[in-house]
């Protein structure tokens, strides 16, 4: 089973900054990509930034690149989202998804994509 957390949304005035953390735990025998994602209201899920887990490629929505940064800690499993600058048009709620290899009951390795609960984040005055 593995299990993905996330911690840190909440309300933040324009030009404010949030810090999101995900942290993955459970039977993980690797991670290969962790992202975050955002969704708004009658909108689908888009990525906001990407991190690979063994080399250091990321990637970005262009809407947010210069203003949000994703760093990780491979010893933890656990991947942030420093959010600098932010704008009411980043208001949505923040999900993590982990990708990975999971050893099955039967020792077989299987893939995972497995996401967060989600995290709220309100830019508002």
């Known amino acids: 089973q593995v299990h993905v957390m996330e911690s840190g949304g909440g309300l933040v005035q324009p030009g404010g900054s949030l810090r999101l953390s995900c942290a993955a735990s459970?039977?993980?025998?690797?991670?290969?990509?962790m992202a975050w994602y955002r969704q708004t209201p009658g909108n689908e899920r888009e990525l906001v930034a990407g991190?690979?887990?063994?080399?250091?490629?990321?990637n970005y929505a262009d809407s947010v690149k210069g203003r949000f940064t994703i760093s990780r800690d491979n010893a933890k499993n656990t991947v942030y989202l420093q959010m600098n600058s932010l704008k009411p048009e980043d208001t949505a709620v923040y999900y993590c998804?982990?990708?990975?290899?999971?050893?099955?009951?039967?020792?077989?390795?299987?893939?995972?994509?497995?996401w967060g609960q989600g995290s709220q984040v309100t830019v508002s005055s």
């Open positions: 991190t690979f887990w063994t080399t250091s490629n990321t």
């Open positions: 998804k982990t990708t990975g290899y999971t050893r099955n009951s039967a020792g077989a390795m299987e893939r995972f994509d497995h």
């Open positions: 459970g039977n993980i025998f690797n991670i290969i990509f």
